[in-house]
């Protein structure tokens, strides 16, 4: 691909600040358009079973919004118009005018002929399941006729097999949950039609993802690009003249070169994100290790200098900062962590660290705002403080706390 002049060249400190615009936390709160604003903004939220705080698609408008009603997010997601959930950047909820956009990667699950390679199945399965939705409408998978075997949580059911291959397939949708059970049901009923009738190329897919993730991302290089959407660098470099991207270049993104810590990296980024400086209040809050803000990890790295991963697979023994670690993000910076559990009317902070050594008042004061906003969403009444590094913040946070 032959990559024009680059349009302008952008301070790390430009690049960060336009990154967060476009992320919905520098600027104006969008109140007005509530949860389904935050996702049509972010185009994904991704979807996760884990839950201290709470879980990760509750967590990632609450940082954006503030303490929003837990169940105004469930009720944005799971209404059963406007959303649906897919494989995007992994398990994700859509914005369901994106449907078309996925054709693609549906017709590559039906060529490949399965989901995931251990988990094979008859196509007589498969079409059971869609008898069985055609005949009595939407269904969860227990009432389809079982999710699991007997074994560990992974053994799925010849029927959960079924009709998860079907949802790759774009034989059957999921714009609803019970219970954190996936309702499957058929696209034709669940769809509108404007988006159904839609039947793009892989090649306009691939094109609108990466326009789409352009604006997402605020800036982004290329593997950036190919993140967010699990692109390869072919599709991404094959549509990326035709989208309205332009280059530019981002001091200290590069790899460091010789008698220098930091080159100018090239990278891409809407035209409109260059015609006004990004400014305005910055959020003070906690961050699910899954935001999109921060789950491409190289690139948290590259836009924060901040080192982040999630634990909660690691062997406890092993772990350096928790379970289920949560940045704080203050002032547009990542400061600090947090790996948060709930004790009845309590919320613990088991293990909580700062990203400087010589932590200062600004960043105690954050960080105590950040804890006390967590606590009264979750209806939380006090916060107790247990692992805190370093110890000598303990005193003047748990001071700030009470």
Known sequence: MTVPSPAATLTADDARKIVLRAQGLLGAVERRTGVRGVLGRLGAVQLDTISTLARSHELV????????????????YWSGTGTFEYWSHAACVLPVSSWPDFAFRRRHYRKRGHLWSGHPISDEAHDGVLDRLRAEGSLTATELGGAKNKGEWWDWSETKIAVERALSFGDVVCVQRRGWKRVYDLPERAIPAQYTGDDRTDEQCVRNLVAEAGRQLGVATTADLMDQYRLTREQVESVLPATPLVPVLVEGWGRPSAGRTGTAAPAWVHPAELASPARGRHRTTLLSPFDSLIWD???????????HRLEAYVPKAKRQHGYFTMPLLAGGKLIGRVDPARDGRTLVARQLSFASPRVSEKALDAMAAALREAASWVRCDSVRLELVSPEAARAPLAALLA
């Open 297 to 307: 990890r190289p690139r948290t790295a590259r836009v924060f200098g901040f080192e």
């Open 61 to 76: 408008p609450y940082a954006r919004l503030g303490a929003i009603g837990r169940q105004a997010v469930e009720s944005a």
